[in-house]
């Protein structure tokens, strides 16, 4: 089969790489054959090891960079490759937006075929680094001490990891004397083959508008030697702490967290504002990582919505309420819907916190409790979708069809389920007007975008 094929595996070729794939490789073309190669950069000649070849198309490893693209830096990260967390370290940032500028672009025209879509160029951030607010690093032994950090890509060896530098300065503080606390308590790293030892992560939540600290020690039974020592050394070591938690998992599972959670010390949550909008963070709440981009991407939100003051807005795909609860502050009336129950109990009491009454959440499917609305009555002005990779559900598109609301504010982690979903309303009667790319996640290769879509 691989002889029609223009390239043969184990064969060295020369390329030039004419794009990147959503998850951050180079896309070299031979005879229109695509070959992906991790680390190549759009423009960049190479040398590459054909590694692997499939009908349609190929894998390769870069040899050797025969003209580097004007984007290309040194990944700053020590221990970039072995991590996989990040895919775009090696191109500057500016080649960065530049390239997720053109993949929204490419990809709305390509699977949502709209032609002279207008994607502006994307928001990025003034300092691209040390932006998560959240840090959860498994946890194991070497040499007699604890280490934490992540798994080795494709096993589930862990490597030590003292700095992310995508991570808060603090959160990185915060794990490692965390850590080193353990230690020196007796505390034994979970061991995943025998099910026996007590640490299995740590967590680390930095509000970073608020200071607050949250320490969560995940652990496989109830059991944790010297706990009220660690309790008492973390409180003095970390300063802004104002919540350990300990979260007991003890399924032989990937999954970090189990059912039951207690407070060790201080309180069940931490604040933190994104925005004027305060939220409760409890240990297992979804939360924004980056909540400096998540306010340019929600007032970008509001900016599409344009609301007046007086009307009835949808929220789908909810979560917590943080769209919901920035419209509320412009809007007659907000309807949030999200099929995660313990989210919407969130959603309410930030609603309640932050005196918001014009809000009203459900739990359950947007494509069931939208239609029911709608039945009801209910009819949106504006409709706010926020869905997770894989789009909107088909059912829902069809409601919005039938409801007809003014305005769709599209908000989307997968430029490729946003295409396909666009294409849907535009045959069904909408204009998407303007794309809106904004980083939420700098040095990875995921880009989030903001699209307004009016009825004609
Ligand atoms: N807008 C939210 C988060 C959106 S993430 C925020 O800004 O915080 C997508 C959300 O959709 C998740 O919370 C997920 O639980 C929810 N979800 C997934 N499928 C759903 C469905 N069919 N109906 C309603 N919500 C759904």
Known sequence: MSKTLPVQKNEYIDVVFEDLTHDGAGVAKVDGYPIFVPNGLPGEKAKIKVIKVNKGYGFGRLMEITEASRYRVDAPCSIYKECGGCQLQHMSYEGQLYAKEKQVRDVLQRI?????????????????????????????????????GFYQQRSHQIIEMKTCLIQQEKNDEVIQKV???????????????????????IMARYGMVSGEVMVVLVTRSNELPNKNKIVEEIVTAIPGVKSIVQNINSKKTNVIFGEQTKVLWG????????????????????????????????????????????????????????????????????????????????????????????????????????????????????????PPRKGCDEKLLQT?????????????????????????????????????????????????????????
């Open 112 to 148: 949502g075929k709209l032609k002279d879509i207008k994607v502006h160029p994307v928001l990025g951030m003034d300092n691209p680094w040390g932006y998560r607010n959240k840090s959860q690093v498994p946890i194991g032994e070497h040499e007699g001490g604890l280490i934490g």
């Open 267 to 386: 309180e069940e949550v931490i604040y933190d504002f994104i925005g004027d909008i305060k939220f409760a963070i409890s240990a297992r709440s979804f939360y924004q990582v980056n909540p400096e981009q998540t306010k340019v991407l929600y007032d970008k939100a509001l900016e599409y919505a344009g609301l007046g003051g007086h009307e009835t807005v949808i929220d789908a795909y909810c979560g917590i309420g943080t769209i919901s609860l920035f419209l509320a502050q412009k809007a007659g009336k907000v309807y949030g819907v999200e099929i995660v129950p313990e989210a919407i109990e969130d959603a309410k009491r930030n609603a309640a916190l932050n005196g918001i009454t014009n809000v009203e959440f459900a739990v359950g499917e947007a494509e069931t409790v939208i239609p029911n609305w709608y039945e009801e009555g209910v009819q949106a002005d504006v409709l706010v979708v926020d």
């Open 400 to 456: 919005i069809l039938n409801m007809k609301p003014k305005k769709v504010v599209y908000v989307s982690c997968n430029p490729a389920t946003l295409a396909r979903d666009l294409r849907i309303l535009e045959d069904g009667g909408y204009k998407t007007v303007e794309v809106q790319p904004v980083d939420m996640f700098p040095q990875t290769s995921h880009v989030e975008c903001c699209a307004l879509i009016k009825l004609i």
């Open 179 to 201: 850590k080193d606390i353990c230690s020196r308590n007796s505390v034994r790293a979970y061991n995943e083959e025998k099910h026996k030892g007590e640490l299995r992560h």
